[in-house]
């Protein structure tokens, strides 16, 4: 009998997207469904991504080098260094979204059967990353009670084994919207050299920060060594169909190592690569634009939350995700209520279960992550509607 391997059994099925069937149910049966489960940016990129990639004008589509389009590399290093953040192209190779970038940093810091130490709730798909290339992932759970903060060095030193090769830090935090500010970074990066480990740290949303400012753990003198940064144009741009992001890092041997991986691909896609290059050079007037309709979507979120009784959640700091608490045993069979059982005005809401963005079985069962990529006046209804949804779920039980 033809079997798919072990690795391919221990992938789970994308938390985000496993609901769609219900979902599409439900918009059968004429309901509409307010999606708050996915991180795909409603607004539009900057007009002049789509202006830029209509100008190319080789006769040919060829593959991109693997270690990037110079100019592209270029314009990744300007955007650098707005952030105070010196690289030389040699530090950058451009990837296929920050997924690729994961993939490849997990693929140059360890070997099958060794550790990655990751803060949980985490960005799901490390999970199948982490499959792919045969590491463990070795969590330290965070709480919301305790606003997602950095446990004592102490607490993390318990995890550290000799199989251990990095901490992945995801900064601002998809799905908590916690940010880590420099002190944070600086305690992570004295232990990863205290212990020998890589810091593998996702700065996917750097600019999405609504009290601080953007900053990158490359700017980190100490970090020099350890640091991989894995980046994206996907939030900050609003462009997830691009494909495109990076992986950043000091460390001469770690870019090597990666661009072995790039080359094995061949290339990132050569006319997002093109279109990405202004938008990269002249960043910040979109990315402030967006993070203060973010910020504004946040608060909406925030304050409706707070008027939904038993339900407990933390303020987020960035990124434009938070994991709220219900007063429920199980946050997957009220994701299916609201999308099976429940509209309002044939109206629904649809979240994501938090579970899946833990490692430790158990937690999260009680918790939902809600990514706030609809408008203030939608998102208003939306949570409306969602505590309308939770009062008769619990009236209900
Ligand atoms: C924390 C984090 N890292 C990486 C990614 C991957 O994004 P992309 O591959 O579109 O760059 C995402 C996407 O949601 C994310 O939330």
């Known amino acids: 009998m033809l079997t798919t391997s072990k690795r391919a059994n221990t992938i789970i099925a994308s938390p985000i997207r496993k609901f769609l069937p219900l979902m599409r149910a439900a918009e059968q049966r004429g309901v509409k469904v307010f999606k708050l489960n996915v991180g795909d940016p409603d607004i539009a990129p900057p007009r002049l991504l789509f202006a830029t990639i209509k100008k190319y004008h080789q006769p040919n589509l060829g593959y991109a080098p693997s270690p990037g389009i110079s100019e592209h590399v270029e314009a990744w290093a300007a955007y650098y260094r707005k952030f105070k953040v010196e690289l030389q192209p040699a530090n950058i190779i451009p990837t296929v979204g920050g997924a690729e970038a994961i993939l490849f940093s997990l693929l140059a810091v360890a070997d099958p059967g060794d550790e990655v130490i990751v803060f949980e709730p985490f960005y799901a798909s490390y999970k199948a990353f982490a499959a792919m290339s045969s590491v463990k992932l070795v969590p330290v759970t965070l709480r919301v009670e305790n606003n997602f903060a950095l446990p004592a060095a102490a607490e993390l030193e318990k995890k550290i084994t000799k199989k251990t090769r990095a901490i992945v830090v995801i900064n601002p935090n998809?799905?908590?919207?916690?940010?880590?500010?420099?002190?944070?970074?600086?305690?992570?990066?004295?232990?990863?050299?205290?212990?020998?480990?890589?810091?593998?740290?996702?700065e996917t949303y750097r600019e999405i920060v609504f009290e601080q400012k953007p900053f990158s753990i490359l700017r980190i003198p100490a970090a020099k060594q350890c640091a991989i940064v894995v980046d994206s144009a996907s939030k900050r741009f609003s462009a997830p169909g691009a494909r495109i992001g990076c992986v950043a890092s000091l460390n001469a041997d770690i870019m090597a190592a990666l661009l072995k991986f790039a080359m094995a691909r061949l290339s990132a896609p050569t006319l997002e690569q093109y279109g990405l290059i202004p938008l990269l050079k002249n960043s910040t007037g979109y990315t402030a634009k967006i993070t203060a309709e973010y910020k504004k979507r946040r608060d909406v979120v925030f304050s409706a939350l707070q008027e939904m009784p038993g339900v407990t959640c933390r303020r987020p700091q960035g990124a434009f995700y938070l994991i709220a608490k219900l007063p429920v045993a199980d946050s997957e069979d009220f994701v299916k209520f609201m999308l099976s059982e429940f509209n309002y005005k044939n109206k629904t809401v649809m979240v994501t279960p938090a579970a899946d963005f833990y490692m430790t079985k158990g937690l999260g069962r009680n918790e939902i992550r809600i990514a706030y990529v609809l408008n203030v006046k939608e998102l208003k209804e939306a949570m409306d509607i969602l505590k309308r949804g939770l009062a008769q779920y619990l009236e209900k039980k």
């Open 174 to 202: 998809n799905p908590s919207g916690t940010v880590w500010g420099e002190k944070e970074l600086q305690s992570i990066i004295a232990l990863a050299r205290k212990h020998n480990l890589f810091v593998i740290c996702d």
